[in-house]
């Protein structure tokens, strides 16, 4: 293909999977064959281009042009002190804290090291666990993926996390993400998450790059496992991420009567932010909120494709999505849902809406609803829009300045995504950044 | 306190206000009357500060100060309140979050420390008993799914509460039912004093039974064609617009 000869890195990573194949470590030859079959998949297809239909609104040529290190490599990184990494622990959240460095977990830096209720391990560790190969990538499509299927054939580190059946965990776990390095880096993390049986657990990602200069490039995947009545809250805040680029691949499986809700807030900082969610109801009687909140500004790219594939009968999902652009951003919304034909009885509701602080700013929102039942109720919405002129003259005319008018309702129209986050301390450090942003962007004028 | 001279003002080619004068001082409450059309709602907009609106001529000032040239947020600092005629719905926004936003902006201005909490809470709860706002509402979204009473009734509360020196009434009275009325006139009455002044927009003299005004003025073709006590109100509501229009086209032939 014409756009893999412009990507040094393709050639680079096709090095890498013959090394990694030629010393398969402690892998089976089941998973082997299958990082074997991953590969081939990206092969073929290659980074995906702005020619297929879901990267019609993100090349990521631009993004691909810089030599990048991947990770078999040695890079340089600076040591982490348990001082700075406990800058990145949320005021007044009392979690159990696990530190993952360029997407390994360092324990030293990490307060939680698993209990009865919840067992924390490497992804690397992790091969012979019973509990390991039955859900490793069992729903992700490395077709239609080839970003998933690249990380699939070459990822090195992760967690992976189990929660015990009838666990009802207190504290939410705290994932706190750094990305360090020397050198521009290609870095392919992979997560697994199983949430047994009537298990209930809170789970909050954040990240921040703290390399001076470099650029960081993720390519993620992570697989959240519901199993049968299992409740996941999955907060996942994208912040203090310059020159990062990032695709993460999220892909979430439901059984029977689960509950999971997924709260993705992106703020500005990160070149390019790609999050692909996909939803898998896989039994019927499941329960699924999708909370997303854009901020973008500058030269930023946010791109939230969003998949909600209703298999079964009697699955309820609810989706708001909401973005607010400035500068020179783009974003891009893609939602899709599927119901099949057995999902009888299917509630699905979807609902985009945008505010366009500048003239140049972007947004590709595209709902897309594809039903072969036909005893279901679906719903879906867009909209972009900008300030309501009469709202912020209302503000001014009692005495509040321009630019708190506008954070006020800039903050008014995040409304309804915020106030979904549960957890107190997490939501007020949202807020925290938001109104930082605000001012940002209103000083800059 | 309030002295608008000769002030000509319209939207983009059209001509709207063609030559006001008024003189409002502390402690008046002034009705500004008219037929649809005639310029009480643009008056009252180009005081406010609304950016739709072209001032091509004149000056006003609040206190001797000019106030043609300040932000619609420094004219309320200064001092001016618009109670709109359609208050604007903010979703997400709280009033009572608004409102202590509000005051303590306008305290700044003025170089004072920001409302303590709990001084905030007992103000609050002073002005809502005054004007009778339920207390309910305050914690709601800004007029969000408010009845065309109830955001009346909030715009009141927050005249009492930013205790502006002239406030702007615009056709307040619109959308009342009497009993709305009665506690929006009541509220008004309890806090007009020496050192304030009103300005009443109003298309009916039935408000005016309630808020007693002091002079009336009526407002046809974007200028003031008539000045008087209550009593024209009254004749006003008696006798139509239309002799007011007839004289006033006289006045322009000669």
Redesign the interface.
């Known amino acids: 293909m014409a756009t893999q000869v412009a990507i040094p890195l393709y050639d680079q990573l096709s090095k890498d999977f013959h090394q990694r194949a030629a010393v398969p470590e402690n892998e089976d030859d089941t998973l082997h064959n299958w990082r074997q079959n991953a590969f081939e998949k990206f092969r073929q297809q290659g980074f995906p281009s702005i020619r297929q239909e879901d990267w019609k609104y993100t090349n990521l040529v631009p993004y691909l042009k810089e030599d990048l290190q991947t990770e078999p490599l040695a890079y340089d990184y600076n040591e982490i002190s348990p001082e700075q990494a406990s800058q990145f622990h949320l005021n007044k959240l009392d979690a159990n804290i696990l530190v993952l460095v360029n997407g390994k977990l360092n324990t030293s830096l990490s307060s939680f090291h698993g209990d009865a209720d919840v067992s924390v391990q490497s992804i690397n560790s992790a091969a012979s666990h019973q509990h390991y190969r039955p859900y490793l990538g069992k729903e992700i499509d490395l077709k239609q993926d080839t970003l998933a299927a690249l990380n699939s054939a070459l990822f090195s580190d992760g967690l992976f996390i189990e929660v015990r059946g009838n666990a009802v965990v207190e504290k939410p776990l705290h994932v706190i993400n750094l990305y360090t390095s020397a050198g521009n880096i290609f870095l392919q993390p992979r997560n697994l998450i199983v949430a047994h049986k009537s298990c209930a657990v809170s789970i909050i990602e954040t990240s921040a790059n703290i390399s001076n200069g470099s650029i960081v490039w993720v390519n993620s995947v992570t697989e959240v496992y519901a199993e049968e009545n299992a409740q996941v809250n999955h907060y996942v805040l994208q912040s203090g991420l310059t020159n990062t680029r990032q695709v993460n691949h999220t892909e979430v499986t439901q059984k029977t009567r689960s509950l999971y809700n997924n709260y993705t807030v992106t703020l500005p900082d990160a070149d390019l932010v790609r999050n692909n969610l996909n939803i898998n109801l896989v039994e019927s009687g499941t329960e699924t909120h999708l909370y997303g909140l854009y901020l973008a500004a500058e030269q930023q790219l946010v791109d939230n494709h969003t998949t909600v594939d209703h298999r079964k009968p009697n699955c309820f999902s609810n989706e708001l999505y909401k973005g607010v652009l400035t500068g020179n951003a783009k974003a891009v919304f893609n939602g899709k849902i599927f119901v099949h034909q057995e999902a009888q009885k299917t509630n699905a509701f979807q609902q985009n809406n945008n505010l366009l602080l500048s003239d140049r700013a972007v947004i590709d929102s595209k709902p897309q609803l594809e039903i072969f039942a036909d005893d279901v109720k679906c719903s879906h919405g867009s909209t972009a829009g900008q300030f ?4 912020l ?10 630019s ?2 506008r954070s ?2 800039v ?6 995504v915020i106030n979904k986050i549960k957890i107190g301390a997490l939501r007020s450090h949202i807020e925290k950044l938001i109104s930082h942003n605000l001012s940002k962007w209103y000083a800059s004028k | 306190m309030l002295t608008i001279k000769n002030l000509h003002a319209g939207v983009e080619d059209k001509k709207i206000l063609k030559g006001i004068n008024l003189q409002v001082n502390a402690g008046e409450v002034h009705a500004i009357m008219g037929p649809n059309g005639s310029g009480k709602s643009s008056l009252a907009s180009v005081l ?4 739709t609106y072209e001032v091509t001529e004149g000056e006003v000032t609040l206190d001797e100060k000019e106030l043609l040239e300040m ?3 420094d ?3 200064e001092g001016l ?2 109670a ?1 005629q359609y ?2 719905e ?4 709280s009033n009572i979050n ?2 202590k ?3 303590n ?2 305290r700044a ?1 003025k170089g004072l420390p920001p409302l303590d909490a709990k001084s905030f809470l007992a103000l609050t709860k002073e002005k809502q008993k005054l004007v009778e706002f339920d207390a309910k509402f305050t914690n709601r ?1 800004l007029n969000e799914g408010f009845s065309g009473g109830e955001k009346k009734r909030n715009e009141i509360f ?1 005249l009492a509460m ?1 205790e502006p020196k002239l406030a702007i009434l615009d056709e307040t009275d619109s959308g009342l039912d009497i009993d709305a009325l009665r506690i929006v006139s009541h509220g008004v009455n309890k806090l007009r004093s020496n050192k304030n002044a009103f300005i009443i927009i109003t298309h009916y003299q039935r408000l005016l039974e309630y808020i007693v005004p002091d002079f009336v003025h009526v407002l046809y073709d974007g200028k003031i064609v008539k000045s008087g006590t209550k009593e024209l109100a009254l004749e006003l509501e008696e006798k139509g617009y239309d002799w007011l229009k007839e004289e006033a086209q006289l006045q322009e032939q000669v």
């Open positions: 309501n002129e009469e709202a003259f209302y503000l001014r005319s009692r005495g509040i300045g321009e708190s008018a006020l309702m903050s008014a129209f995040a409304f309804d | 406010a500060g609304r950016e932000s619609p947020e004219r309320a600092r309140f618009l709109f208050p604007v903010i979703p997400g926004v608004f409102l936003t509000a005051l902006e306008i201005y979204s927050q930013l």
